[in-house]
């Protein structure tokens, strides 16, 4: 048997991809509505799905939005939307340095760089505690010159699964402030984290609250499984309405010689279910459900490797959060479990928890074990 934890796509129990229920009513609805054309959507995308997405990240009463200094525009998943960001920043914003966290998903410097950005890394994760370098993090932001760019993940880290805590995400916001470092935050994970839509936006609605600048990329191929359909929001908080209005111009002129215009299928389903309040709460029971499962798999794989006392602190399998879990194996552990178990993952030691079952989970633990003690 074969175990692919190198994809970064929800699997059911069974091993398949998932298309929730909610998102094949929404695309049921649209079919069966002929009045619905093809027609090219505006430059920004469809307005009742910026709005809605606006809402769903920054929370249904949050003041910047009702002050008007919110602009957002509907991209080509989150990647697209960081590009998007990117690509305005590098022309008209006066820091064009981009401090990363260091790991972080692979794409990101890649997507800052080809925009025009300066790429740097900020400390993040301690492999000697498999958690949060924190320390690390404080002192490599307090030395960033003042107005630059920090990436920041939302919620649910790529790839290490470790987040700060309230209390640290406060700190960070404060130092972050205190220097007029500019926060883009990517949320590929809301509600995919905790099972839980406003908790996983708490740390964004954070900095949105002291009315300050912030970039923010969206994106729903995991939160609703709309991957292939390539659905995100790229939102830019500005501290006037003016300001957010002649930022919606700019954007318009990153984008037109881009794409022209974003797709309308993916979109529209976004926003049927975001409008409609009981297929919005249906989404959320979906939601959380895959949230639920891969928290089971997570103490399921804890609990083998403890009862075949496999040597180490495994407790980070139930700390990290979202879908992956950093095991902190090395690159020749990671060899020996996919030439002898055939258990397929990324060199650096990240699994997919969402590509585990319980039928798998036990052959993970006897690979993890054997990789240990061989
Ligand atoms: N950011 C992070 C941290 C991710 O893990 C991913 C997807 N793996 C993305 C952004 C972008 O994904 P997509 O373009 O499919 O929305």
């Known amino acids: 048997m074969k175990v692919?934890?190198?994809?970064?796509?929800?699997?059911?129990?069974?091993?398949?991809?998932l298309v929730l229920n909610v998102v094949r009513r929404a695309e049921q609805m649209l079919v069966n509505d002929s009045s619905r054309v093809k027609e090219y959507l505006p430059i920004t995308g469809l307005a009742d799905f910026n709005k809605m997405s606006a809402k769903l990240i920054f929370g249904n009463d949050s003041p910047?939005?009702?002050?008007?200094?919110?602009?957002?525009?509907?991209?080509?998943?989150?990647?697209?939307?960081?590009?998007?960001?990117?690509?305005?920043?590098?022309r008209h914003y006066q820091q064009?340095?981009?401090?990363?966290?260091?790991?972080?998903?692979?794409?990101?410097?890649?997507?800052?760089?080809?925009s025009g950005l300066f790429v740097k890394t900020y400390r993040y994760y301690d492999p000697a505690t498999r958690g949060l370098n924190f320390q690390g993090l404080v002192e490599d932001l307090s030395s960033a010159p003042s107005g630059a760019v920090v990436l920041l993940h939302a919620c649910a880290h790529n790839p290490t699964g470790v987040d700060p805590t309230v209390e640290q995400w406060e700190q960070i916001r404060q130092l972050m402030r205190s220097k007029a470092l500019l926060p883009f935050f990517d949320s590929a994970y809301q509600g995919f984290a905790s099972g839980n839509l406003d908790?996983?936006?708490?740390?964004?609605?954070?900095?949105?609250?002291?009315?300050?600048?912030?970039?923010?990329?969206?994106?729903?191929?995991?939160?609703?499984?709309?991957?292939?359909?390539?659905?995100?929001?790229l939102s830019i908080v500005c501290k006037?309405?003016?300001?957010?209005?002649?930022?919606?111009?700019?954007?318009?002129?990153?984008?037109?010689?881009?794409y022209s215009s974003p797709p309308i299928h993916g979109a529209s389903i976004v926003a049927t279910i975001l409008k409609d309040s009981?297929?919005?709460?249906?989404?959320?029971?979906?939601?959380?459900?895959?949230?639920?499962?891969?928290?089971?798999?997570r103490h399921q794989l804890f609990e083998a490797l403890r009862e075949r006392g496999t040597p180490g602190d495994w407790t980070h399998?139930?700390?990290?959060?979202?879908?992956?879990?950093?095991?902190?194996?090395?690159?020749?552990?990671?060899?020996?479990?996919?030439?002898?178990?055939?258990i397929y993952m990324t060199s650096d030691?990240?699994?997919?928890?969402?590509?585990?079952?319980?039928?798998?989970?036990?052959?993970l633990a006897d690979a993890i074990h054997a990789a240990v003690t061989h």
């Open 240 to 258: 006037t309405a003016d300001v957010a209005a002649k930022v919606e111009s700019q954007l318009k002129l990153v984008i037109r010689p881009m």
């Open 199 to 233: 908790a996983d936006a708490q740390p964004v609605r954070l900095f949105a609250a002291d009315g300050g600048e912030l970039l923010a990329a969206q994106s729903y191929a995991k939160n609703m499984g709309l991957y292939g359909e390539r659905v995100g929001a």
């Open 317 to 342: 399998i139930v700390k990290q959060i979202g879908m992956f879990t950093f095991t902190g194996l090395n690159t020749e552990q990671v060899a020996f479990m996919t030439k002898e178990y055939h």
């Open 96 to 114: 064009r340095t981009i401090y990363i966290p260091q790991p972080t998903w692979g794409n990101h410097p890649k997507v800052f760089a080809l």
């Open 4 to 17: 692919n934890l190198g994809v970064g796509a929800y699997r059911t129990e069974e091993g398949k991809p």
């Open 278 to 297: 009981e297929m919005y709460n249906e989404w959320t029971i979906e939601l959380k459900a895959m949230a639920d499962r891969i928290i089971s798999m």
């Open 64 to 90: 910047a939005i009702q002050e008007k200094r919110v602009t957002t525009v509907q991209c080509l998943s989150g990647t697209g939307s960081l590009r998007v960001g990117a690509e305005f920043l590098a």
């Open 349 to 363: 030691g990240r699994i997919s928890m969402a590509g585990l079952s319980s039928k798998t989970v036990p052959l």
